[in-house]
């Protein structure tokens, strides 16, 4: 009987520790599901939670979305702010022109004195919002764009150049510089020309359609070229007739040494008004010896920091007028053989900026002027230093530019 018992006992002692022991894992197994699902949940969750915070602040998202309409909004407005001001800007003008103040006049009345500021940026007339800084071209027939304000591409010095042109430069007959880098198929060669050398400036040579001997050479980068030195830059371009270089912008240059020394065949310059010498400090021998050149347009010229101006315009011989009434002198030391054989020369108008103080060398300044008069008549007899370059006793004519 006590085996007996003692067996009964452990028979139900065993059949209670295998049940205890199998809900305790199938509580485990229910506990290590419901962690999977929780977690499983979390992580969707997080995606969902992902997607919508995506769906609202992400570049495509809601928020970016309305911004981007609002924005666009805002364009779409000031795009027809300037488009009204322009119509009404043109139609009050006999030509159909549209002057800068006329433009500006129509736009205050539109957004009140001060919202806009009408410009000139790169030959290109622009509307500026103060408040968005947001820009807008409008082209000569009176469209309207967009304009974002980007550094212009830089071009390699002037001497530099020069050498890069090598022989070429005595068979190139007209220059051309542009506001892009559209290389035509027809190209004969090309050159980069950057002061980088990063493409970002090209030079192209095109066979001259007229003269198979000769070249048409044009430089070109987007929105046009700046240059920092001009020294040298189409010395010696024997061959060359024509120069167009309104997309040249000079506004950090120095020196315009020797720029068009040489160039006998030059007929015409179109220069103004992008040929900016507001740094300039030397105008040497920037024209001499263009003997074929009939005008120079020096009108907006800023010469107050110029210090040499020896041989400027020398023997510049079919030159009848210059119109240097906005040539500031003040800091000029040495201006020797300025205007030295220049032989149809009549006329040299100045003004009240006109000043020698500072002048110690102006050798041989009018010799050969024959055709000249100002205030007197040229005479080999009289001086032809800085002693006769004035209004009121001297070669001079006066102009008054107030």
């Given amino acids: 009987m006590r085996i007996s018992n003692n067996l009964s006992l452990k028979i ?144 390699e010095n002037g001497s530099a150049f020069n050498n890069r042109m090598g022989d070429y430069k005595t068979k190139i007959l007209t220059v051309t510089v542009l506001d892009n880098i559209n290389i035509p198929e027809n190209v004969y060669k090309i050159f980069d020309v950057s002061k980088n050398q990063d493409e970002t400036v090209k030079a192209w040579l095109i066979t001259n359609s007229e003269n198979a001997d000769m070249y048409d050479l044009y430089i070109g980068g987007e929105e046009g070229v700046e240059i920092e030195n001009c020294s040298d830059m189409f010395r010696e371009f024997s061959g060359c007739t024509n120069i167009n270089i309104e997309n040249l912008y000079t506004e950090k240059v120095q020196t315009f040494d020797n720029m068009f020394n040489g160039d006998a065949k030059l007929l015409e310059l179109i220069a103004s008004p992008t040929l900016v010498t507001s740094k300039a400090t030397s105008l040497q021998y920037m024209f001499y010896l263009c003997t074929k050149l009939k005008s120079i347009d020096t009108n907006q010229w800023d010469t107050s920091n110029v210090i040499n101006m ?10 009848e007028v210059f119109d240097l009434s906005n040539f500031d002198t003040s800091k000029v030391v040495y201006i020797d053989y300025l205007f030295q054989h220049c032989q149809k020369l009549k006329t040299i108008y100045v003004s009240n900026k006109w000043n020698n103080n500072k002048v110690t060398s102006s050798y041989n300044m009018f010799q050969g002027c024959t055709a000249l008069k100002g205030a007197i008549s040229f005479n080999t007899a009289n001086a032809n230093d800085i002693t006769l370059a004035n209004y009121e006793t001297g070669y001079f004519t006066f102009k008054n530019i107030e």
């Fill in 310 to 319: 020896f041989g400027t315009f020398r023997m510049c011989q079919n030159i």
């Fill in 12 to 155: 139900v002692t065993s059949s209670f520790d295998n049940k205890g022991h199998e809900k305790e894992k199938i509580n485990e197994k229910q506990r290590g599901i419901t962690l999977i699902v929780l977690v499983i949940t979390i992580i969707i969750l997080l995606i969902l939670a992902g997607i919508t915070i995506g769906a609202i602040t992400g570049e495509n998202g809601i928020i970016g979305n309305a911004g981007n309409a609002k924005e666009e909004t805002e364009i779409a407005n000031e795009k027809e702010i300037v488009n009204t001001a322009t119509v009404q800007a043109m139609g009050n003008n006999k030509y159909g022109n549209i002057e800068e103040d006329k433009l500006q006049e129509q736009l205050d009345k539109i957004t009140d004195t001060g919202k806009t500021n009408v410009q000139i940026i790169r030959r290109k007339l622009i509307v500026e919002f103060t408040d968005s800084h947001r820009m807008y071209r409008i082209d000569e027939n009176g469209n309207v764009f967009e304009y974002v304000y980007a550094e212009l591409p830089i071009m």
